[in-house]
């Protein structure tokens, strides 16, 4: 929950969340999901996976969301957001 922190998990269907702002989250079973509510955080997941990174507009808190295997997100590969897209970190 923490700022900067570093979160992992292993098995198939795993969840993986994290609070803190400069998050590091990273998800190794195939089908987890990957989230980080803190600002400036990266995310990777393997493969049938999601990634969910929150991001400021200027204005308000958004969510980036990104599914391996769609829209050039790949397995085992850290994305971050920018301009409310999920890219290679």
């Known amino acids: 929950a923490g700022h900067s922190a570093t979160n992992a ?3 198939d269907s795993a969840t993986n ?9 990273e998800a190794k079973g195939k089908d ?11 995310a990777s997941c ?5 990634i969910a ?7 308000r ?5 990104g599914y391996v295997g769609e829209d050039g997100i ?3 590969v850290f994305y971050k957001v920018e301009n409310g ?4 970190a």
Do not use: F, Q
């Open 17 to 25: 969340a994290s609070a803190g702002h400069y998050a590091t989250n």
């Open 74 to 76: 790949e397995p085992n």
């Open 85 to 88: 897209k999920l890219v290679k």
């Open 32 to 42: 987890s999901v990957v989230v980080a509510a803190g600002l400036y955080s990266v």
């Open 53 to 59: 990174l929150a991001w400021h507009d200027g204005n």
């Open 61 to 65: 808190p958004r969510i980036a969301v």
């Open 46 to 50: 393997a493969e049938g996976g999601a």
């Open 9 to 11: 998990s292993a098995g």
